[in-house]
Nanobody
Framework: QVQLVESGGGLVQPGGSLRLSCTASVPDFSRFSLGWFRQAPGKEREFLACASWNLDSKYYGDSVKGRFTVSRDNAKRTVYLQMNNLTPEDTAVYYC????????????????WGQGTQVTVSS
């Protein structure tokens, strides 16, 4: 069973930055593709970013391209989401997800999900 735990959320002012982390409790972490999604109140879950096991393939959602960066440290079994130039529209619960196949941009492609971490962008 794969367990994912997100951290790093919180309150940040518009224009600020946050780095989210997601640590997996699985010995073969390097074989998983990892993704980040978010869900704002009253909205559907939105794809943000994903990365293959060796970072050769990365994909980003249109709303975060150029502002968010996904990375991973397989030795630490952790994937990161660096978020810059945040706006109030980025306020949401952020989730990481793991997929045993290739990196995907759709929810249904992911087998395992974390519990989420709240990010609030407000002055």
């Amino acid at each position: 069973q794969v367990q994912l735990v997100e951290s790093g959320g919180g309150l940040v002012q518009p224009g600020g930055s946050l780095r989210l982390s997601c640590t997996a409790s699985v010995p073969d972490f390097s074989r998983f593709s990892l993704g980040w999604f978010r869900q704002a109140p009253g909205k559907e879950r939105e794809f943000l970013a994903c990365a293959s096991w060796n970072l050769d393939s990365k994909y980003y959602g249109d709303s975060v391209k150029g502002r968010f960066t996904v990375s991973r440290d397989n030795a630490k079994r952790t994937v990161y989401l660096q978020m810059n130039n945040l706006t109030p529209e980025d306020t949401a619960v952020y989730y990481c997800a793991a997929d045993g196949t290739g990196p995907g941009t759709e929810e249904w492609q992911y087998d395992y999900w974390g519990q989420g971490t709240q990010v609030t962008v407000s002055s």
